[in-house]
Antibody, heavy 125, light 107 residues
Framework: EVQLVESGGGLVQPGGSLRLSCAASGFTYSNSWMSWVRQAPGQGLEWVANIKQDGSQENYVDSVKGRFTISRDNGKNSLYLQMNSLRTEDTAVYYC??????????????????WGQGTLVTVSS | DIQMTQSPSSLSASVGDRVTITCRASQSISSYLDWYQQKPGRAPKLLIYAASTLQSGVPSRFSGGGSGTHFTLTISSLQPEDFATYYCQQSHTVPRTFGQGTRLEIK
């Protein structure tokens, strides 16, 4: 079974740090782009960051650039999100997701599947 | 960044109804468009990718269409388990961006 399981969420004060982890199983992890997507309470989905199969390329949404770092360990089938200088607006459920996809005729299509169950990060004093 | 706008934001319908949700991109994204379903307290679930390809295991009453800047998600005959929130998402460029969501409620 293809599965992603997040951990590491919790309560942290503004300005603090937290490291999220995501354990992957049931697929060839080292072949997949991976992403973090978050959802603030009662709000919609926001993509946060992604990382290439070998870790050589990372992309971030502007609101977290310079504060968050995505990384991976292909030997441990694990994805990470190091979150520093946390703000109250970072409060959300954080999901990890595989970016599955295929290429045809020079075009490459991607989608998020599967998703983990999510881990809640609360930034509050 | 590419902005994705869904309409309507919420929709009330009955079991058996045919419903269509629209998603518009702020610039052309070809067919780089995916649809997700999310139920309360659960992770999103992929329904459709590349604008019109049904994900394995998703009922055939779901269908997607469109290209460029205008896309649709249609549910041909609503079932009780379809009442949820639906999101479109573009995979044309980073940052990946989602629509604000359409909440489908029981009438």
């Amino acid at each position: 079974e293809v599965q992603l399981v997040e951990s590491g969420g919790g309560l942290v004060q503004p300005g603090g740090s937290l490291r999220l982890s995501c354990a992957a199983s049931g697929f060839t992890y080292s072949n997949s782009w991976m992403s973090w997507v978050r959802q603030a309470p009662g709000q919609g989905l926001e993509w946060v960051a992604n990382i290439k199969q070998d870790g050589s390329q990372e992309n971030y949404v502007d609101s977290v650039k310079g504060r968050f770092t995505i990384s991976r360990d292909n030997g441990k089938n694990s994805l990470y999100l190091q979150m520093n200088s946390l703000r109250t607006e970072d409060t959300a459920v954080y999901y990890c997701a595989r970016e599955d996809g295929y290429c045809t005729g020079g075009s490459c299509y991607f989608w998020f599947d599967p998703w983990g169950q999510g881990t809640l990060v609360t930034v509050s004093s | 960044d590419i902005q994705m706008t869904q309409s309507p934001s919420s929709l009330s319908a009955s079991v058996g109804d045919r419903v269509t949700i629209t998603c518009r991109a702020s610039q052309s994204i070809s067919s780089y468009l995916d649809w997700y379903q999310q139920k309360p307290g659960r992770a999103p679930k992929l329904l459709i990718y590349a604008a019109s390809t049904l994900q394995s295991g998703v009922p055939s009453r779901f269908s997607g269409g469109g290209s460029g800047t205008h896309f649709t998600l249609t549910i041909s005959s609503l079932q009780p388990e379809d009442f949820a929130t639906y999101y479109c998402q573009q995979s044309h460029t980073v940052p990946r961006t989602f629509g604000q969501g359409t909440r489908l409620e029981i009438k």
